[in-house]
Every structure is written in C-alpha cells, then in structure tokens.
C-alpha cells in the first residue's frame, strides 16, 4: 500500500468513498477503523481480484494498458495508445466519451488514482494482474535469477558492451532497434516460434530451458532465441517472451483488438405478446408440474440415498408420471426442494415428503405460487443440469446430492437474463451471442463451467417461462435486479396471461371424464384420487375403475358424496353406467372387515365367507375359521387386504376397536420445516449503511490524524433506560451523526461508561467511535445499560 493511494483515498468527498463502498461493499465488513485501514483491503490481493472479475474488457484493457505504459500516465497518452487497436469504423469520438466514462469508473472503484495528467493503478493491481493482456513479464523479472556470467554474456550477445545486471539488459531490450536487429538475425522457425507466442500466452515449455548458449554457436531455433535474450527461461522446462520483445513483435499495440462497446445480441426476432403468451403457458404448467410432484410423493415419497440423494430410478419415476423428460423432472425436483416444499423426512432410511410449506404454498394463486418458485430459482446454489454427470471422483451427481451446488450458479443466471433483457423486446438472441457478449462483459471469468451454466439457464428459463420462445418475457424481466426486481409487479404481468382454472368437466358413457383446461386444485384433486389419468395434453382424459372407486371409498368418500360431487362438476348427466359402477363398489365395500390376529376377517353374510374358505386362492393365507362371521390368518392385515382384492372381493380395513380405518393419501409431510440455505443476495447494502459506515471511517481517520487521547468518561452512574428506548435512541444518533453517553457492561460484568459516535446497528452490534477509548468499537446491545444525551 502507498502512501499517496491512501492520501488520494483520504482527499475523497463524502459522496465518493460512499459511491465506493456501495459497488465494494466488502469494504466495510467490518467497518475499518480509519482511511488508512480502508486503502489497505482495497489494495489486498482478494478484494483487488474481485473487483477485477467485474470488469467489463474494454475497462480491463484500460487498466492493463495503465499496468504495461511506465507510471503515471496522461490521458491523451492513454487514449493515443488504446487508439491503436481500435477496429476500423470506429469514431475517434466514440472512444474519447468511453474513455472518459471508464477512467472515471476505474477511479470510483479505486483502481486507478491520480489527476488526468497523472493516472496511476491502485496498489495491488500489477500483482494481480501478472500477464495483462498476455504479455510476460519485464526482462527485469525474466532474468532476475540468472547470474551475473550469464548476464555478462547475453548482454554481449545482444550487442552490448559491458555490464552483468539484469538491469542493464533491460535497458538494451528497451530499445526497438536492437530488438529489431536482434529479430532480423535469428532464422524463420524462430521467428514462427515469437509469433505463437507474440499475443499470448507469453509462456511455453521446451525440454532444458536453462540451457547456456551462445549466439555463435547456437544451433536450434530455441537456442537462437535464448542466446539472444528474446526468451529467457524461468523453469527448467519453461520459457517465457519478454514483455520488452512482446511489444515490439505487437507493433507497439497493447491489445490486439479493442472494442469500446459490446457485441451486438443478434438472435430472432419473436412477437412480444406471443412470447409473453408462450412462457405463461410454461409457467403454468411448471407450477402445477411441481404440485403434481408433492401430491404424488404425499401417497408414495421415494427414499433417500445415503449419500442424501434421490435414486437414478425414483428420478425416472417422477419423469415417468410427470410425463416430461429426465432433465425437466430434475429441475422440478430441485427447484421444490430449494423452496422448502419437499424435505427429507429423516437423516438416516428417511423419506422425500411434501414438507407443511407445500400447503400454505398450493392454496396461493397461481401467479404468486410462480413467483416463489421463479426467485427461488433465480437465487439458488444449485444447478439441475449437472445431474446425471459424475464428479471428479466418478461419483455419479443425482438429483437432491449436495454437491450439486455452485457458488457462481446465480450470478450467471441473473447476468445471463440480464443480457436478454438488454437485447430488446422481442429478441430471442442465440446461444453463442450471448456467450459472446458476457464474454465481453466478464472476460476474467471465462471457463467452461460458466459456458455450461449459461446453457443451463438459458434452457431452464425456458421451461420455467421466465422466456417465451427464447425471448425475455414481461413477467420474467419484472423478477430480474435489472428490472427492479419486483414479484409483485411480475404477479400481475402474468395473471391475465394464464389460463383461467375450470370447476366442471365432460363426463362420458365409457365411464371417462374429459377435462377441457387446467381444473381448480379442489377438484383436480378429487379427480385424481377418484379416478386414474388416462391421457394428457390440451384436454386431460380421466376414466373410472372399480380400483380407483375403492380408493376414494378408503379415504373416507362415500357413495352419495361422490355421485354428488359428479353431478356438482359435470356439464353433462352422470351417465348411467358410471352411476352403476359407484353404486355397486360402494355397496359391496366394507362387508368384509379385515383386522389383526396376525390378521382376521369379519363379515356378517356368512355365505360370502363360505366362498373364501372354498377358494383355492386363499390356500397361502392360511385361514381358519373361529365362528360363522368371523376367519383369523396368520398373515398381516394389509397383505391380507391385497389378497383378498386380488381374488375379487372389496374388504375395509379396520381398527383394534372395529372401527374402518381411513386411508389418507394426501396428509404425509416432513415431521418439521427444513433449514435451505440462504437464497444468494446479488443487492449492495442500503444507503442508510453505507453512510454510516463512511462516517465512522471518517471519525476514526480525524482521530487517527490527529492522534487524540482518549477523553473521561462522564461521572455518576452508568445511564439505564429500557432496551427499546436505547435501540430507538441509537438509531436517532446514528441519523443525526451525534454523541452519546452509554452504560456497557465489560466481560467481567462491570458497567463502565462511554462516549460514542454510533455509527451503524445491524446483527446484535453497534459499531461506533468511542472517544472514550479514541478507537472504532463493536459493542453488543444486550451490554448496553442504557443510553443518555451528552451535557
């Protein structure tokens, strides 16, 4: 750290550290206790290298041309030299005004510091930035461990007369005529070998790098280069161009190209009311494709793995009922796991169950139940798409497994969106541009794992219908930070595009039900446990049997309540046959009781248990009969249940107390709420933070200037007043920017006084200056006595 990046940070206005510490806001976590503590985590390695990663390539070039060009730098210098790789068409003006709006960027950032006239990159940044713009390091460095011999006889060979320091061979490398000379001698497979390596990577390996040759007697083009000095080993197998030889071979160029705005997001266009539309119908049918996935895991939940995952075949289960592929039933799962609605049941031979969540979250509206499941998305660590891939273990990753989380999963989503929201209503840009343009946006986070978690997104949104036919939709943008971020807003651009839910279907002779749309949840509910689904599509076909009759029948449903409910929802009459089939399964339900003895059956018409006794079927279940109504078996009373239906009768389960036991299918749920992680934050702090935080800098660089001593606390007792009356007090001061007068218990429990200068209040603390100790303290407020005006 230097001491005029401090003085320069110090010189700042109020409004400008404030500027600084909202797009750095770690900062100020903590708060530092003066300027001099701010300049140094603003120039630590991590906090230079984050902010680094935010840059965009032509403010990235800005700063590596600041790095390579000999400090300071003026700015028509700056500007002459990043001209030189500007493509051509592009106006002189058009990089002046770029120019001009990044170095201003760069300074708020506090990267860059000095006047115009003298611009100079903050500490930290020339470590960070090792080979800017892909040129190696100076010949300083280069041939820093060789020694002085070696010198002596590569600066001979380079053409000059005495001298044995790595400096005096960076001098003669300076200077473009002996490179130019030096270049000219050596033979053209050497000359090929500095044009791989003249725009980067500047590095390469070749076998016995510190080879000692000589000009005269080198033989190979390797040996022509190193007994030249135009490469120069820094390994044993290494070899790195000289950042002196580099420029040259670029002509005095920096960067090869250099565009001052950012690439165009070419793509399709698509009708806006279409794709908004489009990705409706999307968000509908996820929403009630996650619904489908609860109430189906509240009958049957599949189990949960050892390694806490979901099995590979549960997986193709769920797509299999669900109806959609592998990849979408991932991302269902995921996505209702990461909004608290499914849960595991238990760390050990548990269950994935609905968790009570599921039913405060099913009897929203449609559009707000989107909205939870749309941020969700948006915020969460875990990526979907890499199920089914292995990790570096070549462990299979299956849906649910904890290493499917990504630390920069939700930054990419935001960005990405945040491009297509850029490309205009409308626009459906493809894959590639918009590769290339966050490309150009971040070019320090390059990688393959961004590029796939771009395709991800993009894929995603689309099922999700954040996007209509690969265009942003209205809906959509309204959830993203760019456009405000506001689920309330993007709840009610999607309402009136979804589908209005039905309360009646068609019911038809062969015993179906036609639904023609989306049902109210009640009664898609009813359906699906009255009846079996048959098709799906525009219309979903559902058709009785005497199977799914019983099953209504054993969640408590009775004859005269389901026929009831039919001719309630039916536009047309219940048809005859239908009535027949309710009537007769519910008449027959129930006459045989089953219970435990192991297990018994219990039936009043004697006759009908004449049949069981005579049917060979039963012969496994080892029956016996204790009286004219009554048969006991040894097998349990659900086995028992299931053989007896497999045979055709309709038994009821019931209780020790005879009563018929109640099956409900939909009531299953984790016995507690689970723990998800904290969705990811991409917001800065509040204003109100930020401003506190500046004032304490502030109050503790004056005391660090001029080195006060800590003044007396006031006599007389401690203040005491009520914890609410302090809280309340301390956020008016910290308003007003004023002193109070605290009692704070020590770690001994002793009161003691203090005069602070709070300055911000969040998770249980104060942070402030305390004049009493000439110091920026953070005190616990369950300490705090009291509170009290200064006199």
Not at 718 to 745: C, D, F, H, K, M
């Amino acid at each position: 750290m230097s001491t005029e990046f401090t003085e320069w940070l110090r010189s700042r206005s109020d409004d400008q550290l404030r500027a600084l510490v909202t797009v750095r806001p770690e900062l100020i976590t903590p708060v530092p206790a003066h300027v001099e503590g701010l300049a140094g985590r603003a120039s630590s390695p991590s906090a230079v290298g984050r902010v680094l990663d935010r840059l965009d390539r032509f403010a990235l070039s800005v700063v590596e041309t600041l790095v390579v060009l000999p400090a300071p730098v003026d700015h028509r210098s700056l500007r002459a030299q990043m001209a030189l790789a500007l493509p051509e068409g592009v106006a002189a003006a058009v990089l002046r005004t770029a120019l001009k709006e990044t170095v201003e960027r760069l300074r708020t950032l506090a990267l860059v510091y000095g006047p115009q006239n003298a611009l100079v990159p903050a500490p930290g940044v020339r470590e960070i930035l090792e080979t800017p713009a892909g040129l190696g390091p100076p010949a300083v460095e280069v041939f820093r461990h060789h020694h002085a011999e070696r010198l002596a006889e590569l600066i001979q060979d380079v053409g000059g007369e005495t001298g044995d320091t790595k400096e005096a061979l960076a001098e003669l490398l300076g200077v473009q005529e002996i490179v130019e000379r030096l270049v000219q001698d050596v033979s053209p497979q050497a000359r090929s070998a500095l044009n791989e390596l003249t725009w980067g990577p500047a590095s390469g390996r070749v076998p016995n790098a510190r080879r000692e040759v000589r000009a005269a007697t080198a033989q190979s083009p390797i040996e022509q280069l190193l007994s030249r000095a135009l490469l120069g080993a820094t390994g044993e197998e290494t070899v790195v161009l000289p950042r002196e030889v580099g420029l040259f071979l670029r002509g005095g160029r920096i960067h090869q190209d250099l565009s001052p705005v950012p690439p165009p997001l070419d793509g399709t266009g698509r009708d806006q009311a279409m794709a908004d539309r489009t990705a409706a119908g999307q968000a509908f049918a996820f929403v009630r494709a996650v619904e489908e996935l609860c109430e189906r895991w509240s009958v049957d939940p599949p189990g949960v793995l050892r390694s806490g995952g979901l099995a590979v075949r549960d997986l193709k289960r769920a797509a299999g009922l669900l109806d959609l592929p592998e990849w979408v039933a991932g991302l269902i799962i995921e996505v209702a796991y990461a909004a608290g609605l499914v849960a595991a049941s238990g760390s050990v031979d548990g269950d994935w169950l609905p968790t009570p969540a599921y039913d405060g979250w099913r009897v929203k509206s449609t559009e707000d139940r989107w909205v939870v499941l749309a941020s969700t998305w948006l915020s969460m660590d875990r990526v979907p798409g890499v199920i089914g891939e292995r990790d570096e273990r070549d462990r299979l990753l299956n849906a649910l497994h904890p290493d499917l989380r990504r630390s920069a999963a939700a930054e990419v989503r935001s960005t990405t969106l945040s491009m297509l929201s850029a490309a205009g209503p409308g626009v459906a840009p493809s894959l590639e541009s918009v590769r290339e343009r966050l490309s150009w946006e971040q070019p320090r986070r390059r990688g393959g794992q961004r590029d796939q978690l771009v395709e991800f997104t993009l894929r995603e949104a689309e099922q999700i219908g954040v996007t209509g036919l690969g265009a942003i939709a209205v809906h959509g943008r309204a959830m993203l930070p760019c456009g405000g971020g506001r689920p309330g807003a993007a709840a009610s651009a999607l309402a009136p595009l979804l589908p209005e839910p039905l309360d009646h279907v068609l019911l038809q002779a062969d015993l179906t039900a036609v639904a023609p749309g989306p049902l109210t949840g009640d009664l898609r509910r009813w359906l699906a446990l009255s009846a079996d689904v048959e098709s799906t599509g525009g219309a979903t076909v559902y058709r009785f049997c005497e199977q799914s009759i019983r099953r209504a029948l054993d969640a408590g449903q009775g004859a005269d309540e389901m026929l009831s409910m039919l001719e309630r929802h039916s536009t047309t009459p219940v048809p005859q046959p239908l009535s027949y089939l309710v009537t007769d399964v519910a008449r027959r339900h129930g006459r045989m009781r089953v219970g435990t003895a192991s297990a018994y059956i219990r039936c009043d018409d004697s006759s009908l248990l004449d049949e069981v006794m005579a049917d060979r079927r039963a012969l496994p279940l080892r029956l016996r009969r204790l009286a004219p109504t009554v048969i006991a078996s040894k097998t349990s009373r659900a086995t028992l249940v299931d053989s007896l239906r497999g045979m055709g009768y309709a038994p009821a389960a019931e209780s020790l107390d005879g009563d018929v036991i109640i099956t409900q299918l939909d009531v299953r749920r984790t016995e507690g709420q689970p723990s998800p992680r904290p969705p990811v934050t991409l917001n800065g702090p509040e204003a109100d933070v930020v401003a506190a935080a500046v004032r304490a800098v502030r109050a503790g660089d004056a005391a660090h200037l001029a080195r006060r001593l800590p003044v007396d606390a006031p006599e007389g007792q401690v203040p005491r007043s009520p914890a609410t009356a302090t809280i309340n007090a301390l956020r008016e001061a910290i308003r007003q920017g004023a002193q109070v007068w605290i009692g704070y218990l020590d770690s001994q429990g002793n009161a003691t006084s203090r005069i602070l200068e709070p300055a911000r209040m969040e998770g249980g603390y104060l942070t402030a200056y305390d004049e009493t100790r000439a110091a920026v303290h953070r005190f616990a407020l369950h300490r705090i006595t009291g509170i009290s005006d200064i006199n």
